[in-house]
Structure formats: C-alpha cells, structure tokens
T-cell receptor
Framework: EAGVTQFPSHSVIEKGQTVTLRCDPI?????LYWYRRVMGKEIKFLLHFVKESKQDESGMPNNRFLAERTGGTYSTLKVQPAELEDSGVYFC?????????????FGPGTRLLVL | RKEVEQDPGPFNVPEGATVAFNCTYSNSASQSFFWYRQDCRKEPKLLMSVYSSGNEDGRFTAQLNRASQYISLLIRDSKLSDSATYLCAERYSSASKIIFGSGTRLSIRP
C-alpha cells in the first residue's frame, strides 16, 4: 500500500514568491493534516481536513497560507507571498477515523527555503 | 510554557544499555499519547501509542502517569539502529491534531 506522498521534496524560492505544496494521502483516508517544523522548533499543527471540509484551521499562521482539498482527495497548501520565516519542513499526515485507535501516517515532507 | 516538554538531550549511551526518556504534558484532558521516532531528515514514524497506563512492544516500554502528567519511554538492550530523535506527543481527542514535543536525541555508540 502506498504511503502519504508529498511534492515537491524541496523548494527554494525568493521572498515574495508563491509556492504550492501538494499532499496525496493514503487512499481511503478521510482525515488529512498539515504540520510544519521550523528550524529549532517542534512540529506544529497547521490544519485538518475531513474529506473536503476544513475541520480545524487553528494552526494556520496567517492569511498568506491557503489550503484546499478539492474532492476530498489530495490537498494543496499555497503560501503567497512567501516570507523568510516560512522556511521549514511541511509535513502532511493522513488517517482513517478509527476513534481512539486513529493513527496518523506522515509523508516525507517538503523542505521549503525562502531566501 | 510548552504543552509537551521533553529533555532535548542528546543522550549518548553504549550499545546494549537501557535508556529512559520522560515527557510531561500540561493538558490533563488529553486522551492519547504517542512516541514517534524521527530519523535525520525523515518524517516522524509512530513507535508506540499509549492509551492507558502503558504498553510494551519488544524492547520498548511506554508508561503513562496521569496523576503526574508524564509519559515515559524505556528502551532495553539498545541497538545502534535506535539512534534517532524520539518525539513525545499528545492528542486531545480522536481525529484531532497531534501536539508534539521538541524531541529527545539519542545516540547509541558501539
């Protein structure tokens, strides 16, 4: 079974540019999460989709970040315009809703560097 | 104060040793707890889930102390391949965000 995949694996952009990250969850997983780890800090939650609906977006840093999950399959996270502090590793995770037994499976991450 | 606190280490122990990590959490209502393992430049991978007082999986034992709000991870007979960063995490309820600690770095030497 294929795991969570993310594209691109790395992205280097200049401040002010736009970047779009993509996440393909494990097939059949309704829950999709975005997390971010900036250098020297812990992994922090950004938002949570259930199918195509945003269940919790309390971790989104500001309105420069836009996440979508059209059709409830893959998700995109767009940063526009990117700032230096957006640099970090962006992880996507997916899960089936199994109640207390839910396990989130993480993708390999996208390493974003804003210069 | 961080919601999940861990000693960052690094812990440097000889192969075959037993090593233990502790992690404290601040939200007494949290339902589930986890230990993830993260190798350098890789994604976190679930090592153990801790739903009740604790559980054991081979050389790994996780324990939960709700009264003192901490969880621990014990690794027995450590192997070189156990070298990694170990992330403690909590979740308030099912199908919700995971809150991670900063991680504890472990290095096993021959």
């Amino acid at each position: 079974e294929a795991g969570v995949t993310q594209f691109p694996s790395h992205s280097v952009i200049e401040k002010g540019q736009t970047v779009t990250l993509r996440c393909d969850p494990i097939s059949g997983h309704d829950n999709l999460y975005w997390y971010r780890r900036v250098m020297g800090k812990e992994i922090k939650f950004l938002l949570h989709f259930v199918k195509e609906s945003k269940q919790d977006e309390s971790g989104m840093p500001n309105n420069r970040f836009l996440a979508e999950r059209t059709g409830g399959t893959y998700s995109t996270l767009k940063v526009q315009p990117a700032e230096l502090e957006d640099s970090g590793v962006y992880f996507c995770a997916s899960s089936q809703d199994l109640g207390a037994m839910e396990t989130q499976y993480f993708g390999p991450g996208t390493r974003l560097l804003v210069l | 104060r961080k919601e999940v606190e861990q000693d960052p280490g690094p812990f440097n122990v000889p192969e075959g040793a037993t090593v233990a990590f502790n992690c404290t959490y601040s939200n007494s209502a949290s339902q589930s707890f986890f230990w993830y393992r993260q190798d350098c430049r890789k994604e976190p991978k679930l090592l153990m889930s801790v739903y009740s007082s604790g559980n054991e999986d081979g050389r790994f034992t996780a324990q939960l102390n709700r009264a003192s709000q901490y969880i621990s991870l014990l690794i027995r007979d450590s192997k070189l391949s156990d070298s990694a960063t170990y992330l403690c995490a909590e979740r308030y309820s099912s199908a919700s965000k995971i809150i991670f600690g900063s991680g504890t770095r472990l290095s096993i030497r021959p």
